[in-house]
């Protein structure tokens, strides 16, 4: 039986049958007027609740955002994949150059600025081309574009002032594309701390048939600057993230399959629970999670993106790791997750269900955005907006022969944001079942519950924060805001690659007031190369907020009327590089401001 | 449990829609109150289907007066540049209808040529195809640029098919807060992209020529005039 009690399953059905005549009609090209003299709609446009038609507006798509119109898929019947490790090569042909090699078909157009300070170490290759995929036994096979051709792309593991080369190919079509994809592309690693030529910038796409090399040195924010020769440890990052950012088509090519999983060890976060802070060991009990949503077409059951969705689009079917709603097992013991909102636009809130009783399994969140905390903090759930990473321990000691599902109680309807309510347990949406009845074995991870009370009152377990001393050279305001639908930042439109809007100088500090003027829209805003730590929301410390805010982040959630003061360093490179909003589809209808580090810099307080 | 055989027996099955039918006897009763799949997969190419989905064949009327077909005529293997306005309109359509001069200028004898222009009437019954011709002249559009009417049935199909609506239904009435944005495509090849009307000219219509393969797609990519 599906795991769905009777009442739903009715619920469901009354929804199928509705979204089968909605469909029928779309097919027929009844027009509007049609509609109105059947009685079917109302003089505002919408569809009255008749047979469990919904009263929502159509949206482009023919599609009401919260009725299902993907095919059935029986839930929890396949394995959760894990990510596949791309190993170094030994060396790429042609050898990289600093200069780029227009020649040789490099798209590169700046040249590496920090190639002769940390030249690489380790050489990869992944090249970006379609592939056939299966997301889920009872759905067609899908045509995807992955790094490598798989989605998620390979995983890439770095150490810390271990330096490295990525060479990525566009070997995607330059035509043909079922529907939706945009073959010029360009790769950020989110959220490196990477020189601006080798960081993705929307407008250094590369076409088919080229190829770019990305240098990532690797290092700790400050090495030339702040802390020279070292870097500042504080600034580690250790859950990162890449994926394509082709200026106005990034929603459709990230969707498509275009990204894939980073993580970062260094001395502390070693990967081997005996050493440093002894976190669960890599790989086998240090899991990364990519979540994403998508929709299916109900005739052709082939993965379906909306070309015309302005506001953001929610998917129906929710993939972990390129599945829809998989199975993990798991050993009686301690493991550390890494999730990932992956987009294209909705807002999660993870809990981790017992469903014998509707509780709930509490969590030790790590990190936020993928970069410790000073000490871990006890949770029953986590919030996690488009592109966030959030690490989390849980302990299934004792567990054995228990079923949990991760579940999503975070209400939203449509791309606008969540609607606020936190669903009942057991009412959100059970994403990914993880059943302990894998085989007992050893556990030398830390436990927080003995490690915790043991640490002298205010030491940290990890990192500490990095300071706020440096004195700020200039504070920007960034006011969001939406005009009939146009995106702006400080009332200019953007979307435009000759804008670089504004200046900052090269190892300055900054604040920045992120302001969300836009109504009833929430928008996870994304800043480029270092991570920022929160200073005050809306007047208040970030603590009051939740204390998870406090920590260093690359994305912050902003939500209705909110503003929020953020503290920035810009050290030790200089380029282009973006601001945006991480909802994919805001992205690309232009919520981004382009900005650049230079050794000028400027003072425009609202650029 | 007769649930666990069922599921594991789906996943050996694999990847075949009709694992749902091959089920034993025991398990199909509980089978048809969960709605199985399809036994088969529609198969069109994904353009035939996204025209389905979003390209009605509504006849409209041009601001000179000629009966079009939406898709046949309009939009078939074009590139598109799309926006909705009305005559009237003391907001924001003015700004953007300017803004679409200057593009139609970037872009030159090419518009009519294998780019076309569409702007359509939100207010179908105040905007006759003598009111449109009066708009277009007042701003100067050039040939290749049609301003179109039509039922106000199909119109208002139209403009959500096309995406230009509010998610918030309140907002989505009012016309004054019309949707500003521009969509462009090239049809064909399905390629889709929209950005605000009141954007720089100068960025539509790279955008716009980004969809022109092969020459425009393949242009190098760096553009910025502040390339240090």
Redesign the interface.
């Known amino acids: ?2 795991n769905i009690s009777k009442r739903n ?1 009715k619920r ?2 009354d929804r ?1 049958i509705a979204a089968k005549n909605r469909r029928e009609l ?2 027929e ?1 009844f ?4 509609l ?1 003299k059947m009685g079917l709609l109302t003089s ?3 569809l009255i609740p008749k047979m469990g038609l919904s009263a ?7 599609f009401v ?1 919260n009725t299902p119109q993907s ?4 839930p ?3 394995d959760m994949p894990r990510m596949q490790v791309l190993p170094p090569v030994a060396s790429l042909t042609p050898a990289p150059t600093i200069v780029p090699n227009t020649a040789a078909g490099e ?1 590169r ?2 040249a590496h600025q920090a190639f002769a300070q940390f030249p690489p170490r380790k050489f990869y290759e992944m090249i970006q081309q379609p592939g056939q995929v ?1 997301m889920h ?5 899908q045509t995807i574009w992955g790094f490598n051709g798989i989605t998620p792309g390979p995983m890439i593991v770095a150490n810390y002032n271990e330096p490295i080369l990525v060479r990525q190919r566009n070997n995607l079509p ?2 043909g ?4 994809g ?1 073959g ?1 592309v ?1 790769t950020h690693l989110h959220n490196g701390h990477t020189p601006p030529e080798s960081d993705g910038f929307p ?5 088919p048939g080229q190829f770019y090399d990305y240098h990532y040195p690797i290092v700790y924010a400050g090495i030339n600057s702040t802390h020279p020769g070292t870097g500042d440890i504080r600034e580690a990052m250790h859950t990162l993230w890449y994926h394509d950012h082709r200026i ?2 990034t929603a459709e090519n990230t969707y498509k399959g275009l990204a894939g999983t980073f993580i970062q060890f260094n001395e502390f976060d070693t990967g081997n629970e005996n050493t440093g802070f002894k976190l669960p060991s890599f790989p086998d009990f240090d899991i990364y999670m990519m979540f994403n949503d998508k929709v299916f ?1 109900s ?4 993965l379906a993106f ?6 953001g689009i929610l998917g129906d079917k929710f993939l972990v790791n390129g599945k829809v709603q998989p199975v993990l097992h798991v050993s009686p013991r301690r493991y550390r997750f890494r999730w990932l909102d992956s987009g294209p636009s909705r807002f999660y809130q993870f809990f981790i269900l017992d469903p014998t009783n509707n509780s709930n399994l509490p969590f030790w969140q790590l990190t936020t955005d993928g970069n410790f905390m000073e000490r871990p903090v006890k949770v029953n759930s986590c919030r996690i907006a488009v592109a966030q990473r959030q690490d989390v321990l849980v302990d299934f000691t004792g567990k054995q022969g228990k079923t949990y599902y991760i579940e999503n109680r975070l209400e939203q309807t ?3 944001g969540p609607t606020g309510t936190v669903l009942p347990a057991g009412q959100g949406t059970k994403i990914l079942k993880i059943v302990v009845d894998g085989p007992v074995v050893a556990d030398t991870s830390v436990n927080f519950d003995t490690a915790l009370p043991a640490l002298p009152p205010g030491q940290p377990y990890f990192y500490q924060f990095p300071d706020t001393n440096q004195p700020v050279a200039v504070t920007r305001t960034f006011r969001f805001e939406r ?6 930042v400080n009332g200019k ?8 809007r504004f200046a900052v100088k090269r190892n300055n500090a900054e604040k920045w007031i992120i302001q969300n003027n836009s ?2 829209w929430q928008h996870p805003i994304h800043i480029h190369f270092e991570e920022f730590q929160t200073l005050s929301v809306n007047g208040q410390p970030p603590s009051a907020v939740e204390p998870i805010v406090r920590g260093r982040q690359d994305v912050f959630r902003l939500e209705h009327n909110q503003q929020a003061v953020l503290y920035f360093r810009f050290r030790d490179f200089v380029g ?1 590089l973006p601001m945006h909003c991480h909802n994919v589809v805001h992205e ?3 919520m981004m401001v382009l900005w ?1 580090i ?1 050794d000028v810099g400027d003072t425009n307080p609202n650029p | 449990m007769k649930s666990m055989n069922r599921r594991s027996m789906v996943a050996l099955l694999g990847a075949a829609p009709l694992a749902g039918r091959l089920l034993t006897g025991t398990a199909r009763a509980a089978s048809q109150e969960d709605d199985a799949p399809p036994t088969k997969w529609r198969v069109v190419s994904s353009r035939q289907r996204f025209r389905e989905v979003h390209f009605p064949d509504v006849v409209l009327t041009t601001h000179e007066g000629k009966k079009v077909r939406f898709y046949e005529d309009l939009m078939k293997d074009k590139i598109v540049v799309i926006n909705f306005m009305y005559a009237k309109c003391e907001g924001v359509c003015p700004g953007i209808t300017m803004n679409l001069r200057r593009v139609q200028k970037i872009l030159g004898n090419r518009v009519g040529r294998d780019i076309f222009m569409y702007s359509f009437t939100l207010k179908p019954q105040l905007d006759t195809p003598a009111k449109l011709a009066e708009y277009a002249e007042m701003h100067g559009a050039g040939p290749g640029w049609l301003f179109m009417t039509g039922k106000p049935a199909d119109m208002e199909l139209l403009r959500r098919k096309l995406g230009y609506t509010n998610p918030d239904p309140a907002l989505d009435k009012d016309v004054t807060q019309h949707i500003g944005n521009v969509r462009y495509g090239n049809e064909a090849l399905e390629w889709w992209g929209a950005c605000p009307g009141l954007a720089h000219a100068s960025a539509i219509a790279q955008s716009i020529l980004w969809l022109d393969w092969p020459k425009g797609y393949n242009r190098p990519g760096k553009e910025s005039v502040n390339e240090k």
């Open positions: 039986m599906a399953r469901e059905k199928e779309i097919a090209r027009t509007r007027r049609d109105l505002a446009g919408m929502r507006p159509l949206t482009s798509a023919g955002n095919p059935p898929t029986t929890f019947v396949e798209g157009t700046v299966s036994p009872q759905l067609p096979v330059q035509v594309n079922n529907g939706f945009f010029s360009t407008c250094f796409f590369f076409t106005e088509h077409d005739q052709t059951g082939l909306d070309q015309f969705n302005l506001d449509d791309g606008r005009n009939n639908g146009q995106w702006a439109f953007a979307g435009d690659c000759n804008d670089i109504g009833g282009k690309d209808h232009a650049q230079n």
